[in-house]
């Protein structure tokens, strides 16, 4: 499929599967993914904003306020019992994925994440950005504040990374989103407290995420003391460059790092880390993306180009794009596990339309 088919199918598709009230169904016809994320929603959006498509992204963003706005009572009740030094089960903090008409997710999942808080925030900003509609920050401010506060204070809890994995260690590319987040927040209404904050978890994330001169994929607090708790990289890692910001993509740690997801994480395409077995772990397409991205961003368009093109390869006959291919597995035998549970990988999947439409647009 040519590129600009695939551009146009792309936001068709995505268009297709917003239900009415905004939300994204992540992979509409993957029963596991039939829910709409708040994570994958804002990269989606963000997409879709790069696209001109700016009506459906705002459509998203007053999703995501149909969905916080009613939680004041919630986050100050949580926010009580972290001041009062009292125990907070996981299930207490806010969910991860919501049903698409915006009503609380109550099956098990993995649901403590704070990846995707920061990021709708960073995500509305840009849409604030690059359409002009100052207007929203009074109509949503609501769910903002329930946001910042709620990110303000569990920041540095531990909780499930960005693959609703590894529940018990803090993840820099889930701090990354959070500090983008409060920094381009702090900035858009000019609010110190944000950007002290976005200050803090900057250093906290330069002190103690970083081994061997190179980001790692997790970390821990042993005693009192926080260190690296898994060493290896992971593709996510390249958030904190693109498009969080939290260090330039010509950083000497981010270059070292990058050289380690491509020492251990890149073949045709890039996996996500090097114990991966979801599906076998395979090579995302989301993530070559995103590494295209970075490649365009550092001004190396030869490789971003090579990264489009291999993205618009695995697109099937209807410009569908799916999670991942089944190539250069890292488990081939736990392959066929998840195929006999779940079927075949999810397709499509829209954050994989969606990184698709960000690299395009990366490289006009």
């Not at 098990?108 to 808080?117: K, V």
């Not at 100052?134 to 709620?150: G, Q």
């Amino acid at each position: 499929m040519e590129r600009e088919q695939l551009i146009n199918s792309s936001i068709s598709i995505i268009k297709l599967n917003q239900h009415p009230s905004g939300g994204y169904a992540a992979s509409p016809l993957f029963p596991p993914y039939s829910y709409s994320w708040l994570r994958d929603g804002t990269f989606i959006a963000n997409a879709m904003d790069r696209s001109m498509e700016t009506e459906s992204a705002e459509l998203f963003y007053r999703w995501v306020h149909l969905v916080l706005k009613d939680k004041r009572s919630r986050v100050d009740a949580l926010i009580r019992k972290q001041e009062a030094k009292e125990w907070i089960d996981r299930s207490e903090f806010f969910g991860t994925r919501y049903h698409l008409d915006g009503r609380d997710d109550l099956s098990e999942w993995g649901h403590f994440q704070l990846d995707g808080y920061g990021a709708w925030l960073w995500g509305l900003t840009e849409h604030i950005r690059i359409t002009g509609h100052t207007s929203l920050l009074k109509e949503l401010r609501e769910s903002i504040e329930i946001t910042v506060d709620y990110l303000m204070t569990f920041w540095h809890f531990p909780n499930f990374d960005c693959w609703e994995e590894f529940p018990d260690y803090v993840h820099p590319a889930t701090l990354a989103c959070v500090y983008g987040g409060l920094k381009a927040l702090g900035e858009l209404e000019n609010r110190p407290p944000l950007l002290e904050k976005a200050d803090l978890i900057k250093k906290f994330i330069m002190d103690h995420a970083v081994y061997e001169g190179r980001f790692v994929k997790s970390i821990h607090c042993l005693g009192e003391v926080w260190q690296p708790a898994l060493n290896g990289v992971d593709a996510s890692l390249l958030w904190l460059a693109v498009p969080f910001g939290v260090c330039e993509v010509n950083d000497p740690i981010m270059l070292k790092t990058v050289q380690a997801i491509e020492a251990d994480l890149k073949h045709g395409g890039i996996q996500r880390y090097v114990e991966d077995r979801y599906y076998g772990g395979g090579e995302w397409l989301l993530l070559t993306a995103w590494y295209g991205w970075y490649q365009a961003e550092l001004g190396h368009r030869e490789e971003a180009q090579r990264c489009l093109d291999w993205v618009t390869s695995k697109a099937d006959k209807l410009g569908r794009l799916p999670e991942q291919v089944a190539e250069s597995l890292r488990d081939p035998s736990s392959h066929p596990e998840w195929i006999a549970k779940w079927g075949e990988p999810a397709l499509p999947l829209l954050w994989s339309q969606a990184m698709f439409l960000v690299l395009s647009d990366s490289l006009k």
